[in-house]
C-alpha cells in the first residue's frame, strides 16, 4: 500500500518552460489536493479536488491548472514556470466523510531558473 | 492568508524534556488537527480534535482545544531526538464541502540528544 504518490521528485525549469506534476493515490479517496510550501511557511492550497472530472480553485490558483482524468490520479500543470512558482508541491488526498485527516505524498521539488 | 499562526515559530529542548507548541486561529471551525513534517518530507497526520472536544491523547501526545480562546496546543512528553521535526497545526471550518484544510506557519522543534 504505497499511499500518495509524487512523482517526479524534483525539477528544475526554465522560466516559460511547462510540466506536469503527477500525484496518485491507491486508498480509493474522493477528494485531492494540491499545495505549496515556501521556506519556512505552511502550506497554500493552490487547487481541489471532490471527485472525478471536478476540479476546484484553492487560494492560490494562479499560474496553474490541474485535471482529475481518474479517481486515483490528480495532475498539476505549470503552463509557463515563472521563477515565482520555485517550491515544494505536496499532493494529498482524503476520505468524504467530515472530520478526516488528509494523506501527504513526499512533495516534488522545483525550480524555476 | 492562513488561518493559524503557532507559537513559538522554533523550540530547542533537551532530549527527556517537554515540548508545548500553540495555535491560534481566527474563524469557527469544526476540528483542529496536528502533523508533523520532517526534513525533506511530507506531512504526517498526528491527532485530530474535534470542535466539541476539548482534549485528547495519543501516546505521548496530548493536544488541547479552547474554542472561547481560539487556540490549542501540542504537548510532547519526555520528547526524543526521533521527535526533531516541524509541527503545523491545521483547521477545518464549517460547511467545508471538501474538506480542506487551513495550515499554519509551523513551529520548528529541535530535541538534542
Known amino acids: 500500500n504505497a499511499g500518495v504518490t509524487q512523482t517526479p521528485k524534483f525539477r528544475v525549469l526554465k522560466t516559460g518552460q511547462s510540466m506536469t506534476l503527477l500525484c496518485a493515490q491507491d486508498m480509493n479517496h474522493e477528494y485531492m489536493y494540491w499545495y505549496r510550501q515556501d521556506p519556512g511557511m505552511g502550506l497554500r492550497l493552490i487547487h481541489y479536488s471532490v471527485g472525478e472530472g471536478t476540479t476546484a480553485k484553492g487560494e492560490v490558483p494562479d499560474g496553474y491548472n490541474v485535471s482529475r482524468l481518474k479517481k486515483q490520479n490528480f495532475l498539476l500543470g505549470l503552463e509557463s514556470a515563472a521563477p515565482s512558482q520555485t517550491s515544494v508541491y505536496f499532493c494529498?488526498?482524503?476520505?468524504?466523510?467530515?472530520?478526516?485527516?488528509?494523506?501527504f505524498g513526499d512533495g516534488t521539488r522545483l525550480s524555476i531558473l | 492568508s492562513q488561518q493559524g499562526e503557532e507559537d513559538p515559530q522554533a523550540l530547542s529542548i533537551q532530549e527527556g524534556e517537554n515540548a508545548t507548541m500553540n495555535c491560534s486561529y481566527k474563524t469557527s471551525i469544526n476540528n483542529l488537527q496536528w502533523y508533523r513534517q520532517n526534513s525533506g518530507r511530507g506531512l504526517v497526520h498526528l491527532i485530530l480534535?474535534?470542535?466539541?472536544?476539548r482534549e485528547k491523547h495519543s501516546g505521548r501526545l496530548r493536544v488541547t482545544l479552547d474554542t472561547s480562546k481560539k487556540s490549542s496546543s501540542l504537548l510532547i512528553t519526555a520528547s526524543r531526538a526521533a521527535d526533531t521535526a516541524s509541527y503545523f497545526c491545521a483547521t477545518a471550518r464549517p460547511g467545508n464541502a471538501g474538506n480542506m484544510l487551513t495550515f499554519g506557519g509551523g513551529t520548528r522543534l529541535m530535541v538534542k540528544p
Open positions: 494529498a488526498s482524503t476520505k468524504t466523510q467530515g472530520n478526516q485527516p488528509q494523506h
Open positions: 480534535i474535534r470542535s466539541n472536544e
